[in-house]
């Protein structure tokens, strides 16, 4: 059961323009039976148009850990 959230979305719209980021937790089962999570920071950038919102663009990065720290290469 793939599970999908952003417990610390963060939200701003101006006029037609709305942008969306925050850190990413998805949750899942692998094919070997193993549960795992996973972290990621994400930005989501929206446009009305016609009434309804769409997404023009995504930008998400890994890896992250659970505190919001983007890990650095070494």
Known sequence: EFR????DLHLRIVGDIAIGWGLHRSRDTGPDGIRF?????????????DGRWQ?????????????????TAR
């Open 4 to 7: 999908w959230d952003i417990p």
């Open 37 to 49: 999570e996973e972290w990621s920071r994400g930005t989501h950038v929206c446009e009305r148009r």
């Open 55 to 71: 997404m023009i663009h995504q930008h998400l990065a890994y890896p992250i850990d659970t505190d919001g720290h983007a890990h």
